[in-house]
């Protein structure tokens, strides 16, 4: 039994992609499909195959030579190193109330954080950022400051 050659006419190479011959020609125009090899007028199935995975997206390797999961472990693991980002995930009333309280320390009661209600401090608390005294007042915790201090720093590299 001999084994089918590796590189096909258009017609072939169409019917080995499930499509029209003219459609086929239509892919090669638009990328989709490689060019034949220069000088012929035949395609290597292996490159079909390549630009097949490639536009279903079931690529396994990027240029880089890793898979798109170890890229995207890569990438997670490089932005949870920057000490400078913010690490508790607070929305924008909470993480500008925290910095409000980061550096004006009369901002200790409700009444005096203009906008903010119990809901944003029971955030800040839960998070362990602001502390709450037995008196109504909230405290900044060191926890609190450092955040504040990494949330400023990415407002102003805006």
Not at 120 to 127: E, N, Y
Request: charged fraction near 30%.
């Amino acid at each position: 039994m001999t084994e089918p050659p590796r590189l096909i006419g258009r017609a072939e190479a169409a019917a080995y992609c499930g499509i029209t011959p003219t459609c086929f020609s239509m892919w090669v125009s638009s990328h989709k499909m490689p060019p034949a090899i220069p000088g012929t007028r035949k395609w290597d199935k292996r490159a079909i195959d390549a630009k097949l995975d490639e536009i279903s997206g079931l690529s396994t390797k990027t240029v880089s030579g890793e898979t798109d999961l170890q890229k995207w472990r890569r990438k997670r693991d490089e932005r949870n190193e920057d000490p400078d980002r913010p690490k508790h995930g607070l929305d924008k009333r909470a993480a500008e109330t925290l910095v409000a309280m980061s550096y004006n320390t009369e901002l200790k009661t409700l009444d005096v954080l203009p906008g903010v209600g119990p809901a944003t401090m029971r955030v800040l608390v839960s998070k362990g950022l602001v502390n709450e005294e037995p008196d109504g007042q909230f405290l900044i915790t060191e926890a609190g400051h450092a955040e504040a201090v990494r949330i400023l720093a990415k407002m102003m590299h805006r």
